[in-house]
């Protein structure tokens, strides 16, 4: 079993920045597609961004151009620098980790609040 936690949340004005970070235990995220969620009061939980085990990286539109995911598998460590903040980028930010050939998210955190204000 993979437990995440992450970190790194808190309150800052528009236009800085953030960086979570996920920490897994176990030793397998490196086998595992790495997520970041978000969820903003009242609405559904959203995928932010995407690191694969093979590397690739993807991101909500949303966010292209503003956050970046990396991964440290020797670290069992995932994290989400976050840039130019809004907002509308306020919402509870979750980790979560997908087995190979897994349709869904099996490893998810508990959340971490961030903040922005305007």
């Known amino acids: 079993q993979v437990q995440l936690v992450e970190s790194g949340g808190g309150l800052v004005q528009a236009g800085g920045s953030l960086r979570l970070s996920c920490t897994a235990s176990g030793s397998i995220i490196n086998i595992l597609d790495m997520a970041w969620y978000r969820q903003a009061p009242g609405l559904q939980r959203e995928l932010v961004a995407v690191s694969t085990s093979g590397g690739h990286t993807t991101y909500a539109d949303s966010v292209k151009g503003r956050f970046t995911i990396s991964r440290d598998n020797a670290k069992n460590m995932v994290y989400l620098q976050m840039n130019s903040l809004k907002p509308e980028d306020t919402a509870v930010y979750f980790c979560?980790?997908?087995?190979?050939?897994?349709?869904?998210?099996?490893?998810w955190g508990q959340g971490t609040q961030v903040t922005i204000a305007s």
């Open positions: 979560s980790g997908r087995k190979p050939f897994s349709r869904v998210y099996d490893y």
